[in-house]
């Protein structure tokens, strides 16, 4: 079974930054997403293996950041000039098919278990 472990989330103001960290046990593309309470899993950024591609939700554009070490197998998610919608369990996803970013939830293979990120006025 493959393994995803986050971490990094936690409690921050409004205009702060935090880091989210995922290793995973594999080659992977890579994507995170995250689902406030009654509201549907949402995208928020993606990377392939390589790193040569990147994308991001509307949302997080020019705010968010992700990037990888692909010698350690971990992906980042940078979170900077955060908002209080911003707030969320976040969930780190792999995808077998490396080459190649996905915005959909259900083209993801594995994922973790999520790390909880509030963001306060």
């Known amino acids: 079974q493959v393994q995803l472990v986050e971490s990094g989330g936690g409690l921050v103001q409004a205009g702060g930054s935090l880091r989210l960290s995922c290793v995973a046990s594999?080659?992977?593309?890579m994507g995170w997403f995250r689902q406030a309470p009654g509201k549907e899993r949402e995208f928020v950024a993606a990377?392939?293996?390589?790193?040569?591609?990147?994308y991001y939700a509307d949302s997080v554009k020019g705010r968010f950041t992700i990037f990888g070490d692909n010698a350690k197998n971990t992906v980042y998610l940078q979170m900077n000039s955060l908002k209080p919608e911003d707030t969320a369990v976040y969930y780190c996803?792999?995808?077998?098919?490396?080459?190649?970013?996905?915005?959909?939830?259900?083209?993801?293979?594995?994922w973790g278990q999520g790390t909880q990120v509030t963001v306060s006025s």
């Open positions: 990377i392939t293996w390589s790193g040569s591609s990147t």
């Open positions: 594999g080659r992977y593309s």
């Open positions: 996803a792999a995808r077998r098919i490396r080459i190649t970013i996905s915005t959909t939830a259900g083209e993801y293979n594995y």
